[in-house]
């Protein structure tokens, strides 16, 4: 039973119903639950809801779209038309944004999408998710492209959901990151996880490695050190997994820490990564930096990318933030031809533990 906990809406009501905007953000937070619990009720049916497969229609990505991706997407899309509290929307699975038109009404902000990520793995019944990111709308008239190209930083709240065993969804609104379990019988989201905090530290790495021979020497030399353990510069052992979703990478870092990766590569020179910026990176990245985490490409802090294109791609490596700073640091390093060894800021000298 829920009763006393603290269901989504009251948090939203608690803590940001009384700031700019805040009631009607609180509002859209939750539109964009019931987005959730609508999509996780369709894939939890599984075959059983006849939305297996795979379409013969292709989005704007280059990738077969399968019918949850459609399903998904149009439950965003009527979500945000109905409810008034989005002038524009842009999707991965959509070529352009499309701002709200009458008779629906628009509203103070822009919402920018995943409907649902990592869906290659959905007739495997691996777990999947929805990415979500808000920024605001401009004050007057029809949202035009320009207008959804903010950097991460001017995100008002982003979030994900995740469809495992159980459903998920995981905000922030800039003053922490707060995890929500769907109650599926009461159909309410409770507050399970306040204040997430991504572990410093972390022994574990997730990445692609049959792309290794497309990395670059820094991402190389990182993997390369962990794979060694014990017997290499680390001294001690690391473990790997990569699931291919990334919510469900994402999550499991906000759970217990480690290292996610989709960097830079040479196996498509025309893509700087895989990842998109505006709806997997951007959200990502916040919700990670509220829990104490890092995201970057290697180079750039991701929430400080001014965007060029919607559909743009950028490099990502995010969680705890010991590592994601060394291989920030081990780009810096190759980028400036020196190849010093590692020193952990914990050590070196303005560090805590100076010798
Ligand atoms: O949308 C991208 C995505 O499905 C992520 O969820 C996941 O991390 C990645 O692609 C997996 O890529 P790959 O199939 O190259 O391992």
């Given at each position: 039973m829920h009763l006393g906990r603290t269901t989504l809406s009251k948090f939203l009501i608690e803590n940001i119903s009384g700031t700019q905007d805040g009631a009607a953000l609180a509002a859209l937070l939750v539109d964009v639950a019931a987005a959730v619990k609508a999509i996780s009720a369709l894939s939890a049916k599984g075959a059983l809801g006849g939305a297996t497969g795979t379409l013969d229609t292709i989005n704007v990505q280059g990738e077969t779209q399968k019918p949850l991706d459609v399903l998904s997407n149009t439950a965003f899309v009527n979500t945000f038309q109905l409810g008034g509290l989005v002038a524009g929307v842009a999707s991965e699975e959509m070529d352009d944004p499309f701002p709200i038109q009458p008779p629906h009404t628009r509203g103070p902000f822009l919402a920018i999408f995943d409907p649902l990520d990592g869906s290659s793995n959905i007739d495997s019944n691996v777990s999947v998710g929805s990415i979500f990111s808000i920024l605001r709308a401009p004050e007057t008239g029809e949202p035009v492209l320009q207008d959804y190209l903010q950097p991460g930083v001017k995100q008002v709240a982003a979030g994900y959901s995740v469809y495992g065993p159980a459903t998920l969804m995981v905000?922030?609104?800039?003053?922490?990151?707060?995890?929500?379990?769907?109650?599926?019988?009461?159909?309410?989201?409770?507050?399970?996880?306040?204040?997430?905090?991504?572990?410093?530290?972390?022994?574990?790495?997730?990445?692609?490695?049959?792309?290794?021979?497309?990395?670059?020497?820094?991402?190389?030399?990182?993997?390369?050190?962990?794979?060694?353990?014990?017997?290499?510069?680390?001294?001690?052992?690391?473990?790997?997994?990569?699931?291919?979703?990334?919510?469900?990478?994402?999550h499991r870092i906000m759970m217990r820490g480690g290292i996610f990766m989709y960097p830079r590569d040479t196996k498509d020179v025309s893509k700087p990564g895989r990842l998109r910026l505006m709806y997997e990176a951007n959200p990502m990245g916040f919700i990670v930096e509220q829990a104490g985490g890092r995201a970057s490409t290697g180079r750039e802090r991701i929430l400080d990318i001014q965007p060029d294109l919607i559909h743009q791609r950028v490099p990502v490596i995010l969680g705890s933030r010991n590592e994601v700073d060394r291989v920030v640091h081990y780009h810096a390093q190759y980028d400036a031809g020196s190849d010093q060894p590692y020193e952990s800021p914990l050590f070196n000298e303005r560090g805590l533990y100076r010798p």
């Open positions: 905000i922030t609104v800039g003053n922490g990151t707060h995890g929500f379990t769907l109650d599926r019988e009461v159909g309410n989201f409770i507050l399970t996880h306040p204040n997430m905090q991504i572990p410093a530290d972390t022994n574990e790495f997730a990445i692609n490695t049959s792309n290794e021979r497309f990395w670059e020497p820094p991402v190389t030399r990182y993997i390369g050190e962990c794979k060694a353990g014990k017997t290499g510069p680390r001294e001690r052992d690391f473990n790997m997994r990569w699931i291919a979703s990334m919510v469900a990478e994402v």
